[in-house]
């Protein structure tokens, strides 16, 4: 049924990466242009939009765009447009799950047809699709309190203090990374050896089998 809001919405492919709704106009603007680049191009570019995935570093993203923008010759606003089509692309089939074959005929409708650019996608979709369910899982626990993302550690050993000489005990020190909502902790804390064994003991009940 065409949106009466706009009523070219009917003319754009439906897709299983948008519940079977007509594709975005961004989007589909956005993968028209990557289809005019050439093949060299749309190679470079894939690769750079895999880091974006795998690191999302956004300052070093902004400077690899400029370098691939400055070296293939593509306008930034051009560039910047594709890279969101095709995160957002990826990112929509990996939150609906979606199995590959479905994915790849998304692609296909919106390339009418075979092209070197739905197969460069394409092929990078299932190990992204993993990358990506991580981090959306990290963000669904982290709207409703503290996620551990990490930790390190260090061995210290307890000689003596003021309460008690010759204690001479290993003394574990754990740091907690936690991210809470848009926010980034680090907790501190020290481990003695019944704590060091009491944690050993949870963490097996969840690498068994």
């Known amino acids: 049924m065409t949106d009466p809001q706009n009523p070219a919405s009917d003319d754009r492919p439906r897709l299983a990466s948008f519940q079977g709704e007509p594709v975005p106009e961004a989007v589909a603007t956005g993968w028209a242009e990557f289809l ?13 939009l ?4 795998v690191e999302r570093d956004e300052a070093a993203l902004g400077q690899a765009l400029e370098r691939f923008c400055e070296a293939n010759g593509i306008q930034g606003a051009a560039a910047l447009s594709v890279l969101r089509t095709c995160q957002g692309l990826l990112r929509q089939g990996a939150a609906l799950d979606l199995e590959p074959e479905d994915f790849m005929e998304d692609l296909r409708k919106l390339s009418a047809g075979e092209s070197g650019a739905m197969r460069l996608v394409g092929t990078r979709y299932v190990p992204l699709k993993r990358r990506i369910r991580e981090g959306l899982l990290a963000q669904a626990l982290a709207d409703h309190g503290q996620v551990l993302t990490g930790l390190s550690w260090r061995v210290d050993r307890l000689e003596g203090s003021d309460r008690a000489v010759g204690l001479n005990a290993p003394v574990v020190w754990l740091t ?3 991210q809470e ?3 980034s902790r680090r907790h501190s804390m020290q481990l003695t050896p019944d704590a060091i064994q009491a944690l050993r003991n949870f963490t097996a009940r969840f690498s068994q089998g």
């Open 181 to 183: 909502g848009e926010e």
């Open 50 to 53: 895999v880091s974006t995935v």
């Open 36 to 48: 005019t680049w050439g093949p060299s191009t749309q190679q470079v570019f894939v690769e750079l």
């Open 176 to 178: 907690l990374e936690v």
